[in-house]
């Protein structure tokens, strides 16, 4: 009979129970630390990650938890068991350090050699079809969420590690209901309340890509307070928002141990810093060398929900913008005191997370007769269509506030982007098609800023850099009607722009695009063509 090596981790968790420890004089026994410790993880049950990670299972009290062997979690429980346990002269028994270090490479071992394989989740996983949301209490009780709804259980069949700043969900037994947050948020317009909440559903889903939540706006429109809103709906945790990373090492630190990242106050992004968040929203790998190596990689892949606030400039930044939801906030209408403005949140929590937990499994049911849009992050984009009949507007709602919120990013872009903007200016002018050489098009960009007149500090210094700004600010330049298309010839890059009708911003399936010839250069150009499917 084949037997399913997960199924000891399964067992584990279904047989917790409180039992009252009896205790072992070490003495008595003739065990050193080191093999009473070993003694102590036999009550484990070890495994490891497709990454290679090691980890263990453990019962603590009436439940199960899951820890990394490398951890202090995984020490302190140890150190605990072995504790209540065993004693040594009449005392709860003790270890060294040499004795810890020695009975955990052993367990590590273990775990490695073990064959059991687990994904490694925060808060939410997937398992058969369904999803499972760890609601942060102390019993380590869980949702169960799939087609046919939601419900509460003991725990969840699969590994779900919990960090350390985890809190509780708000109890979900209530009437689902939207209303009392949208009463909560009225100052808020309807594109972005709704984009909000669909940016909330997605960050419940276990897979990505989830798409970035930039907010933005003015000293008083309440950034980083929403910011706490959509942490508590989505990833509640004890503590405040996150001081922006520094470097990739300081992004993996906390994408390890937060299922969610908000990062407040972010005032300035590096490129590197750019990507490493782009990567980090969609699932790619991030990292680089390890400390004190030169050789070895410290690399980290996951896909995490990413919250931002305090972005003064997206311009430079395209890839970034194409991967988020960019929220422009109000001022606030009034003021209210943090006290007030708590106790009305948690008013409207449990309501709020039985509405979020209907519209999961109304997605989980529609998902497969719901077409994939043609827009950016389209896993995320589909899902939310696919949940729209439990989400409090009319369908379709959701992918033109989508669609708008692009537009209107791209807008932005344009006006940021000094290699945009001079292109818009160049083709007002031309107001044709213009089609030559990349290294011309830098010439005539030049002459018309003037010989004696200072170059923007990221103005493209020759025509290779020219080519690279042109592909990164084609989105933007697209969405207000200006098509680039390049192409390779014997005499160097030929770069045709063209006028180019605007995209329909009502019509989120697209079709493959048309391709018209320009008579007078013999250019193709790139004409995008929508159109509703079905």
Known sequence: MTIDPAAEIRALIDGAELVAPKTVELDDVGLTQREALLRVCDDAVVWHSAEGEPFATVPVGDHTEHLPIVSKA??????????????????????????????RAAVEAQAMVAGIVQQVSLRVATDQGAIYLDLGTSDWSAVRIE???????GRAPVPILRGKRASAFADPNAAADFGPLRRLLSHLDNDTFILLIAWCVGALLPDGPH??????????????TLARLVQRMTDPINGDLLQPPRDDRDLIACAKTNRVLAFDN???????LADSLCRLATGSEIGGRALFSDHDL?????????????????AARGDLADRSIVLRLPL??????????????????PSCMAALLDALSCGLDRLDETPTPDVRMADFARFVVAAEPALPWAPGAFLDAFLRARQQANVTLADGDVVAAAVREFLDDHARVWCGLTSELLKLLNARLGPNTPRPKDWPGNARWLSDRLWRAAPALRSLGIGIEE?????????????????????????????AADSANGASVAIPSLAKVG
């Open 298 to 314: 410290a690399t980290f892949s996951a896909c995490r929900p990413l919250v931002i606030n305090g972005i003064p400039e997206l």
């Open 147 to 153: 087609a046919g709804g939601w419900r509460k259980i």
């Open 211 to 224: 798409p970035i939540l930039v907010l933005g706006g003015e000293q008083g429109a309440g950034k980083s």
């Open 74 to 103: 995984f020490k302190n429980w140890m150190l605990h068991r072995l504790a209540s346990l065993f004693t040594r002269g009449g005392r709860p028994a003790s270890a060294n350090e040499n004795a810890v270090r020695e009975a």
């Open 487 to 515: 192409r390779r010839t014997s005499r160097g890059t030929m770069v045709t722009l063209s006028p180019n009708p605007l995209p329909d911003t009502s019509a989120p399936f697209a079709s493959e695009p048309c391709v």
């Open 266 to 272: 972010l005032s300035n992004l590096s490129t590197d």
């Open 332 to 349: 606030l209408p009034g003021r209210m005191t943090e006290r007030d403005w708590r106790a009305a949140v948690e008013a409207t929590m």
